[in-house]
C-alpha cells in the first residue's frame, strides 16, 4: 500500500493512504542506511495490524526534494503569510522568508491576511512592494472568509509549505481549507496519547488526493539563509533590470557612485520597503565574523 507521511511524532509515522490514516513505524534498515522518513515522503507500507490500522514503512520512493527547515520532502511551493496589520507587518522578516524558500528553489506566494482592516491603497501598496520580487501576491479575510478560493486555486495538485509569524491569522486560513484538519489531528492525538495537537510539528493536511498543505510552527525571527553579502541581490529579481545601468561590475548598490539600481529607487521603480531590507541584511552579513 503506497501513502504520504503527514506527520511524524516520536518514531511514529502517520499515513494518509486512500484507505484512511496508517499509524507505522520505519523499517530498522532505514536506521542502518542513515535514512531518516520525512512529513512529505511518499511510501510503501505493509499493515501489520488491520483492526487498528498499524503498519511498518518498507520503501520511502524517490523524493523530488528534501528541505531542512521544515524538514520535509516533496515540496512544490511555498505560501507565506502575514496580517496587513495587527500585528503590523514586519517586512525585514518577510524578505528573511522569502529568501529561506528562495534558497530552497521553492515558487512562492505572498498572503496578506485580515484585509478587511485595509482599504485598497493600503493593499495596492503592499502589493507593490512586491510586484518585482517575482512572487504572486493574495489577500485574504480569514475572519470574512474572502479570498480563501483565490488561496485554494493557488494550492490544486501541489504540496504547499506555510509559514509565517504567529498571530497573523494562519490557523484560521487552515481551517477554511481543511476544515476536516481538527478531527485528523485529534485522531492522532486519541492514538498516541501525546496530547492536543499543537502546531509544533511539521504537518500535512490533506486538502484533496493531490492537495496537501504542511503547517508549521510560527516563527518571530529567522536566521538569514546567505552567508555572503555578495550573494544576497541575487535574491531581489527586480535589481536585475536596472544593473546593467551601474558603473561598475559586480556593483553591491550600496555606496557605490552611479548606481543603476540606486538611480530606479530615487525615480520609484523600485520598493523603499524592499531596497532598505536589501540594506540592513547587507550589513548583517558586512559584520558576521568569520571563522
Not at 520609484?268 to 531590507?277: C, L, P
Amino acid at each position: 500500500m503506497r501513502g504520504k507521511i503527514i506527520k511524524g511524532i516520536a518514531g511514529f509515522y502517520y499515513v494518509y493512504t486512500e484507505h484512511g490514516l496508517v499509524e507505522c513505524k520505519a523499517k530498522g534498515i532505514f536506521r542502518k542506511d542513515g535514512i531518516k522518513p520525512l512529513v512529505g515522503d511518499n511510501v510503501e507500507v505493509e499493515i501489520t495490524n488491520e483492526a487498528d490500522r498499524e503498519g511498518n514503512i518498507v520503501r520511502i520512493l524517490q523524493r523530488s526534494n528534501a528541505l531542512i527547515r521544515p524538514a520535509s520532502a516533496n515540496i512544490d511551493q511555498a505560501l507565506v503569510i502575514f496580517a496587513v496589520t495587527r500585528p503590523e507587518p514586519n517586512f525585514n522578516l518577510l524578505d528573511r522568508f522569502l529568501i529561506a524558500m528562495e534558497k530552497q528553489n521553492l515558487p512562492i506566494i505572498i498572503c496578506f491576511n485580515k484585509a478587511e482592516l485595509a482599504d485598497g491603497d493600503e493593499r495596492e501598496r503592499l502589493a507593490g512592494n512586491y510586484r518585482g520580487s517575482g512572487c504572486r501576491v493574495l489577500f485574504a479575510s480569514g475572519k470574512e472568509g474572502w479570498g480563501i478560493s483565490g488561496i485554494r486555486e493557488c494550492l490544486s495538485g501541489k504540496t504547499t509549505v506555510l509559514a509565517g509569524p504567529s498571530g497573523v491569522g494562519k490557523s484560521t486560513i487552515v481551517n477554511y481549507l481543511a476544515p476536516d484538519a481538527g478531527m485528523e489531528t485529534g485522531e492522532i492525538s486519541r492514538k498516541t496519547q501525546r496530547g492536543k495537537h499543537t502546531t509544533r510539528h511539521a504537518e500535512l493536511f490533506a486538502l484533496s488526493e493531490d492537495t496537501f498543505l504542511m503547517d508549521t510552527p510560527g516563527f518571530t525571527s529567522l536566521e538569514l539563509a546567505v552567508t555572503e553579502k555578495e550573494e544576497l541581490k541575487a535574491f531581489y529579481p527586480e535589481f536585475g533590470a536596472y544593473e546593467e545601468n551601474c558603473r561598475f561590475g559586480g556593483c553591491v548598490h550600496i555606496n557605490e557612485p552611479d548606481c543603476g539600481v540606486k538611480e530606479a529607487l530615487a525615480s520609484g521603480k523600485i520598493s523603499k520597503v524592499r531596497y532598505e531590507n536589501y540594506r540592513m541584511l547587507f550589513e548583517e552579513l558586512r559584520g558576521r565574523k568569520k571563522y
